[in-house]
């Protein structure tokens, strides 16, 4: 408790900029590990996507081992079975109309319901190729938007270091989703989409605290531009972390809860992206895209002179108390 209501009172000042080299090192594994599950693995994309057959019936009774054999049965490879309520969502590949047929009569025989109520969706490759064209385009015409904005509003160092946060958090989350074998679906795009929203958002909280600190650095400052952004960070970590918190802590009600006790299985691929995004993103613009834009202002020469002038006389007046810093910048 101690050590909350200090981080509380913002009487903890932690160097996360002085800490590159660790972040660094955290993020290339966690990418690592990342890239190696969606070349190993692969993404397991829904029948919006690639194409397919979907059978959903009412059976509540039943047991996910014996509608995956009736599937099985009627030959049908590797069958995805969900809950849906107090039904059934089965997706399979593409199967032709006789094979359509068999398997919903045979569904109707061993769950004793009616032929008509075994409903059949069909869904073809080519138009999961275009909802796959229009989410790339989607996610293209956000990513310039962001660009352009914080490119205006600050500066295109932040916008780089921005993009680049941004692109940490989805190469780490789509890792996850090829790791754990949850179907990418829609939802998930969706997903995906609200997470870059959230990331960018702190990032720019993070950024406008940066600007403001750094605006008053000078040629007689007592900080370098690191000491600047480092406070800057300090004074925004618990707004973050309570953001942070906030948004969670719901999501995670969907995803362990919802998916679990309540049978939500149509929600987990929407929530877990969000929970993993949501952690992943507060981690990036704290440990990832302030320390990159650090790393790129402190080759400008104006913070290379106060730097090698702090250094020289042994970098008097650069500590003290954060709140005292930052005033003085």
């Given at each position: 408790m101690g050590l909350a209501r200090r981080l509380y009172r913002g009487e903890i000042d932690v160097d996360f900029v002085g800490k590159w080299r660790l972040w660094y090192s955290l993020s290339g594994l966690l990418l690592a590990v990342s890239l190696a599950g969606l070349l190993i693995n692969g993404l397991n994309l829904g029948v919006?996507?690639?194409?397919?057959?979907?059978?959903?019936?009412?059976?509540?009774?039943?047991t996910i081992e014996q509608v995956r054999e009736t599937?099985?049965?009627?030959?049908?490879?590797?069958?995805?079975?969900?809950?849906?309520?107090?039904?059934?969502?089965?997706t399979t590949e593409t199967l032709s109309e006789g094979t359509l047929n068999q398997v919903q009569s045979g569904v109707a025989k061993d769950f004793n319901v009616p032929v008509g109520q075994v409903s059949i969706q069909s869904i073809g490759a080519s138009w999961g190729g275009e909802v796959s064209q229009k989410a790339w385009i989607g996610l293209g015409v956000f990513m310039l938007a962001i660009i352009l904005y914080l490119s205006m509003a600050f500066e295109p160092k932040m916008a780089l270091a921005a993009i680049v946060a941004l692109i940490h958090d989805l190469v780490i989350t789509a890792g996850i989703y090829a790791w754990s074998g949850f179907e990418v679906t829609p939802a998930t795009l969706l997903g995906f989409l609200t997470i870059l929203g959230y990331s960018l958002y702190d990032a720019v909280v993070v950024f406008d605290m940066i600007k403001e600190v750094t605006a008053k650095l000078g040629h007689t400052s007592k900080m370098t531009y690191s000491m600047a952004a480092n406070n800057a960070l300090n004074h925004t970590l618990?707004?973050?972390?309570?953001?942070?918190?906030?948004?969670?802590?719901?999501?995670?009600?969907?995803?362990?809860?919802?998916?679990?006790?309540?049978?939500?299985?149509?929600?987990?691929?929407?929530?877990?992206?969000?929970?993993?995004?949501?952690?992943?993103?507060?981690?990036s613009s704290l440990c990832v895209a302030t320390p990159l834009l650090?790393?790129?202002?402190?080759?400008?020469?104006?913070?290379?002179?106060?730097?090698?002038?702090?250094?020289?006389?042994?970098?008097?007046?650069?500590?003290?108390?954060?709140?005292?810093?930052?005033?003085?910048?």
């Open positions: 919006e996507f690639r194409g397919g057959s979907v059978f959903t019936f009412s059976a509540p009774s039943a599937f099985s049965d009627e030959g049908v490879h590797q069958p995805i079975v969900q809950t849906a309520g107090n039904g059934w969502r089965v618990i707004r973050s972390l309570n953001t942070s918190l906030v948004a969670i802590l719901p999501v995670a009600a969907i995803l362990f809860i919802g998916t679990t006790l309540l049978g939500a299985g149509t929600l987990k691929d929407l929530s877990l992206a969000l929970f993993v995004g949501m952690i992943v993103g507060t981690y650090v790393t790129l202002k402190e080759r400008e020469p104006k913070y290379q002179a106060i730097a090698k002038r702090l250094a020289s006389t042994g970098g008097k007046g650069a500590k003290g108390s954060k709140s005292a810093a930052v005033a003085k910048g």
